[in-house]
């Protein structure tokens, strides 16, 4: 498992490409735990998210800061589908994993997750605009 270190900085990009050639527009992340080191949460994330069977599920945080942030769900559905993991850190539940995506209108927003893989369930901790 890779956090971002206490070293990494934000900074602002026009585009970056991801892992599998999906342009994200925002921001990247440098130093020791960019957003490209979590290739195989990356790609297991995508996977579940375009998954025809996959069960989504927002937590009451998420759908109010969705509503604080005019964020839809079908946003944040898109950006799940191609989106770049850059955080993944311990939870009693699993692992929660930070994820930056494009919505349906191209902003960027964050999405925290857990992924029950085995389960077919995503379920949103919480969402913001970036």
Partial sequence: MILLSEKATIRRVVDIESSSSHLIRGFAVAGSGD????????????DLACHPDVRVRFTGHAEAEMRKDAVLRSDVLTALK??????????????????????????????????????????IVTVWKM
């Fill in 82 to 123: 191609r989106s770049a993991v850059v955080r993944v850190e311990p939870d009693l539940r699993g692992e929660k994993w930070n994820v930056w995506g494009n919505d349906n209108d191209g902003r960027m927003i964050e999405v925290v997750v857990v992924a029950y893989e085995n389960n077919l369930l995503i379920r």
């Fill in 35 to 46: 957003a490209m080191s979590h290739g195989d949460e990356t790609r297991r994330i995508r």
